[in-house]
């Protein structure tokens, strides 16, 4: 796969629907943390967040808690965007560079349907919620502010999660905005994947002309 050079954005357009699982690694071990069923992201962060979110109210008051805590959320939905259209879809050619787009998030274009592969594991997730906790305790200071936009950024991440995996994976019967947010989602799978970046909200997309196509 590392040698398709130029053809892997042509190899990766065509999913493998239905098929077994891929593999992704030879360990065992990494092999197991590279599949997490979704009901984990929410167990694991979401009393993380309420927490943060009910330490940030005990200090600052419920109005400058709801505030940051919006504010925290929002930058959630700009990192959301800004991740999936330039990172996970950056234009890569070097064998490290397709092994390593593959491994982050190619093979879930290429097994969409992958149940275990639809959000993020936790053993990776960690780092970065330690590292933004740190990055927003530095440039919010004061009572409550950085535990409100932290969790208010949590529980972004969180939605953001749980709605992918919705996306693939929820039956018919779904509410109007969700049903909304999943076209957009598979059409950006399989229509167009240059368009479609916002997971959670299409706002971003309307924004800055990156819905998908009727």
């Known amino acids: 796969m590392g040698r398709l050079g ?11 629907m239905g098929a077994a699982p891929l593999r992704l690694f030879d360990s065992p071990l990494l092999e197991a943390c590279s599949k997490t069923p979704w009901w984990t992201v929410p167990i ?4 993380l967040a309420l927490a943060a979110l009910a330490h940030a109210v005990a200090a600052a008051g419920l109005v400058a808690a709801a505030g940051y805590a919006a ?8 990192l959301e965007y800004a991740l999936h259209r330039f990172l996970f879809h950056a234009h890569v050619v070097s064998r490290a560079g397709i092994t390593l787009h593959f491994a982050f998030h190619g093979c879930h274009h290429k097994q969409p349907q992958d149940g275990l592969r639809l959000v993020f594991p936790p053993l990776f997730a960690a780092p970065l919620v330690a590292f933004f906790r740190a990055a927003l305790a530095a440039a919010l ?3 409550g502010r950085a535990r409100a936009a932290f969790g208010g950024m949590l529980a972004g991440y969180v939605a953001y999660d749980c709605t992918h995996y919705w996306s693939h994976h929820a039956g018919t019967a779904l509410p109007a905005w ?3 947010v999943r076209a957009a989602h598979l059409a950006h799978h399989f229509r167009d994947s240059s368009r479609g970046f916002g997971v959670s909200s299409s706002l971003l997309d309307a924004l800055l002309g990156t819905l998908p196509l009727r």
């Open 6 to 16: 130029p053809r892997y954005p042509e190899w990766l357009a065509v999913p493998n």
């Open 44 to 47: 694991l962060w979401l009393p």
């Open 71 to 78: 504010l925290g959320f929002a930058a959630w939905l700009c």
């Open 141 to 143: 200071p004061g009572p």
């Open 178 to 180: 969700l049903a909304g």
